[in-house]
């Protein structure tokens, strides 16, 4: 029995359907034991009944095209070896939720997907467009999928925007929301981290700090220069101290 078949075997096991056999190839850095755990678990509270194919192989994770039921469901994984786990550590140090967590790259891996779950919660409370968070579990995170017939929605770099100038001001009424509502600062904000369809969707939030962060107005201004920077393109965009002001004395 080699690793496919292996894996596709756990996968029968589980009662998971798999919709496109040749996407879901198997991926020693992706669904290794710890991994095969969490979807596991997920599959057994009934969360996952599909995967799907691959949608994105990013710098710390991988999304899968998923149902629960019939409806569609986006499966983030975080691989449990990326690169970038020390950078993570930094950012979860400052954030209070979080500060308590030290130790191993599984923890922190762990935590991190804790976060994107809780800081999704929060900014969907708030009422900002964002994937409702479904649920967690080690390094797996389940989401609404935003997207048609299991294709995502554009990210914003290419999509055609109906009306630039309204959805500017629409990101930076989110932008203040999260901050004033949802106490949050994206602190990854561009055109890759926001969907389009008739609307922006945030997305991408395993990084987003509270305010008490010491790095947040960093992060924020950060957020209004890469929105600006993008936007200066297609429409006349605010001054960057005037946005700061109006969402810090928000
Ligand atoms: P990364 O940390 O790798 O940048 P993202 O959360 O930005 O991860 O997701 C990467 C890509 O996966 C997105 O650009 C989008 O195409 C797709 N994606 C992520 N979440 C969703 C979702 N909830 N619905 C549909 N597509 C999604
Ligand atoms: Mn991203």
New binding site residues.
């Given amino acids: 029995e080699d690793m496919q078949e292996k894996f596709d075997r756990e996968i029968a096991e589980m009662g998971v359907r798999i919709k496109d056999a040749d996407q879901v190839k198997v991926r020693g850095d992706v669904f290794d034991e710890v991994t095969l755990i969490a979807l596991y678990k997920l599959v057994h509270k009934k969360l996952i009944s599909a995967i799907g194919g691959s949608?994105?192989?990013?710098?710390?994770?991988?999304?899968f095209?998923g149902e629960e039921d019939d409806r569609?469901?986006?499966i983030?994984i975080y691989r449990i070896q990326t690169a970038n786990f020390k950078a993570m550590g930094e950012y979860l140090m400052g954030d209070r939720r979080f500060s308590s967590i030290r130790g191993s790259r599984k923890e922190i891996i762990f935590a991190w997907t804790k976060k994107?779950y809780s800081n999704l919660m929060r900014a969907h409370d708030a009422g900002i467009p964002v994937?409702e968070p479904l649920a967690f579990d080690r390094n797996i995170l389940l989401?609404?999928?935003?997207?048609e017939d299991e294709i995502?929605?554009?990210?914003l770099r290419v999509a055609e925007i109906d009306d630039p100038a309204a959805t500017y001001r629409e990101i930076l009424g989110y932008m203040k929301t999260l901050f004033a509502v949802a106490r949050l600062v994206h602190a990854?904000l561009s055109e890759?981290?926001i969907?389009y369809a008739e609307r922006p969707y945030i997305?991408?939030?395993?990084q987003a700090v509270g305010l008490d962060h010491p790095r947040a107005a960093a992060f924020l201004f950060r957020d209004v220069k890469n929105i600006n920077r993008f936007f200066s393109r297609y429409c006349d965009v605010q001054d960057e101290q005037e946005i700061m002001q109006e969402i810090l004395g928000a």
């Fill in positions: 949608i994105s192989t990013g710098k710390e994770a991988n999304v095209y569609g469901i986006a983030k994107e994937p989401m609404e999928f935003l997207g995502p929605y554009p990210q990854d890759y981290n969907l997305i991408d939030m395993g």
